[in-house]
């Protein structure tokens, strides 16, 4: 699988179209932004390891019954996808109280929720992602009811197979974010990818934070905390 011309550059990933049109070949890149863009950095090797923790993620949850938009993977840094049109709408769930839950709510981080929670952010860069909920997304014509229901069946699914799947490897998933594409004949699949830069991972033991949290917040050493996740998870860090 050849990549021609490119589609879309975003701020982690290049997005190539193939000689199948309905194929794409993403490229996943070392840059790092936080707060919409305002703070920008590189994180070294980040590329490589999102690209093949995300291939590994949802080859897994593929077996577990979730759909997603994976191919194949080309190299260390790119992935053939199913080209798909994304839904607009980040898809968060939380475990635990962090990040901007604990500040729109007023609840400190690592606060124990009751239940799992899902959250809608409308992705619009331009208006910060807003948060919105099922009727405003349906209201917007962003997603239908069916869309919903079967995002949020998904994602939940994929809250389970992933906190089980991180816990066997000392990490504990406090948030992700999900997004979810729909093919040309119109099944939702799970898209985009799966990795640091998309969850929340503490350490177990010491509550060390094993992501973009590293970064977003100046806690010392990026790099170091992807390699972490990534020798975790059985891959030979460089
Ligand atoms: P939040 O607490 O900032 O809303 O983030 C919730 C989760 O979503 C967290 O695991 C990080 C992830 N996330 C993204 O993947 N992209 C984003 O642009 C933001 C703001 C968060
Ligand atoms: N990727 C997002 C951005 O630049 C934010 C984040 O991950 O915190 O804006």
Aim: proline share 3%.
């Amino acid at each position: 699988m050849e990549e021609k011309e490119l589609l879309y550059e975003g701020k982690a990933k290049k997005v190539f179209r193939t000689e199948d049109p309905e194929i794409l070949i993403v490229d996943y890149k070392d840059d790092a932004t936080a707060f919409n863009g305002l703070k920008k950095g590189t994180i070294k090797g980040k590329g490589a390891i999102n690209n093949r923790m995300t291939n590994y993620l949802m080859k897994l949850l593929e077996e577990k019954g979730v759909p997603t938009h994976l191919v194949e993977e080309i190299d260390d840094r790119k992935t053939a996808v199913k080209k798909v049109q994304i839904v607009p709408l980040e898809v968060i769930i939380r475990n635990k109280a962090a990040g901007s839950f604990s500040k729109r709510l007023g609840i400190p981080e690592g606060t124990e929720l009751k239940c799992s929670t899902l959250e809608f952010s409308y992705k619009d860069d331009d208006l910060g992602d807003p948060l919105i909920n099922s009727y405003m997304a349906r209201a917007i014509g962003a997603a239908t009811q069916e869309d919903i229901d079967t995002i949020t069946e998904y994602a939940f699914k994929v809250n389970e197979v992933l906190k089980e799947f991180f816990k066997e490897i000392g990490i504990e998933l406090i948030d992700f974010k999900l997004e979810f594409g729909k093919t040309t004949d119109g099944t939702i699949v799970l898209a985009d990818e799966i990795s640091p830069d998309t969850c929340r991972y503490w350490d177990i033991k010491t509550g060390a934070h094993l992501d973009k949290d590293t970064f977003r917040r100046d806690l010392g050493n990026p790099e170091g905390a992807y390699q972490e996740v990534f020798a975790r998870m059985g891959f030979d860090a460089e």
